[in-house]
């Protein structure tokens, strides 16, 4: 059975950009000299095209972060730590060029390819994949390295990490999404179970993690919570980060934005392929062009 291949694009993205090829790196500031953004858009596209080859697919979905998140209006503090960790870092990397160039990426793919590049006002790549997966029938690849995914697994849904080049999984998803949700994420700004949401940030938060939650279930998890009054805070956690908890009204959004999309000419592969110039996809372009037409 063909499969609907969802890629978290932003992740893909990243990683592309510090491939020591594509990214030139002074030896003694550490910084970054300069980018090769030509290299860099055969790393996306040879990952993106690879994936034909390796699994039968019948969509092909690039999700991508919008530059705001409905997680911002519900969390204020959300992902606070990482916007402060890049202002910081704001001169050690062209964020402006980078971002110029990913736009300009992903309008390239959706004018002259039969992949589903979706970018939804108030919408994460997590939304996207986390919400396509769970409402369609089809069987389900997500390609990221991102353990949030893990949340998903099962025999319909698989994730596959790039990194690691392999699929990976949970014994218990459920389980994993309970202590991803009592633990909190340092990289999101979601504290844990115990710190207060208007605990001060010069402060240290109180500690629960994986021993803590292990813990916690020998007593089981809805009797610690009520016992410890942290039921309400639980549930404040669980709609930050459970993909099934994203608000309805961007459910359907999204649902529609996929089931809509309006595929590009096929007539328009060839133009971007010779426009840059790989020889490689130049040569074998026959092949490439097979592979796409089975995505119409």
Not at 201 to 210: A, L, V, Y
Not at 227 to 238: G, H, M, S
Request: charged share 25%; aromatic share 12%.
């Amino acid at each position: 059975m063909k499969k609907v291949m969802l890629f978290d694009t932003n992740n893909l993205a990243m990683r592309a950009v510090h491939i020591n090829d594509v990214k030139n790196v002074n030896k003694d500031t550490k910084k970054v000299q300069s980018i090769d953004w030509n290299y860099w858009r055969l790393v996306m596209f040879s990952n993106i095209y690879g994936c034909l080859f390796k699994v039968p697919i019948h969509t092909l979905v690039l999700a991508v972060d919008s530059k705001d998140s409905w997680r911002y209006k519900a969390w204020p503090g959300y992902k606070e730590d990482r916007k402060k960790k890049n202002a910081d870092n704001k001169d050690d990397f062209p964020w402006e060029e980078y971002f110029a160039e990913y736009d300009k990426f992903l309008l390239e793919i959706r004018s002259h390819f039969p992949i589903k590049v979706l970018q939804i006002g108030g919408c994460e790549a997590d939304d996207i994949i986390g919400v396509i997966a769970n409402n369609v029938s089809d069987n389900v690849e997500v390609v990221s390295t991102d353990k949030d995914f893990l949340q998903l697994s099962c025999d319909r849904i698989k994730i596959y990490n790039p990194l690691k080049k392999q699929h990976v999984s949970h014994p218990n998803p459920a389980m994993f999404l309970a202590e991803q949700i009592m633990c909190g994420q340092a990289k999101d700004s979601i504290y844990n179970i115990k710190t207060p949401l208007d605990h001060p940030k010069d402060q240290r938060k109180p500690g629960f993690g994986p021993k803590a939650f292990e813990k916690v279930l020998e007593s089981g998890i809805g009797k610690w919570l009520t016992d410890n009054n942290l039921l309400e805070r639980y549930k404040f956690n669980k709609m930050l980060m459970d993909f099934s908890c994203i608000p309805t009204d961007i459910q359907t959004t999204i649902m529609e934005e996929y089931n809509n999309y309006q595929y590009p000419s096929p007539d328009n592969m060839w133009s971007y392929i010779e426009s840059q110039g790989w020889p490689e996809m130049i040569n074998n372009f026959t092949q490439l062009e097979n592979a796409f037409l089975q995505l119409y």
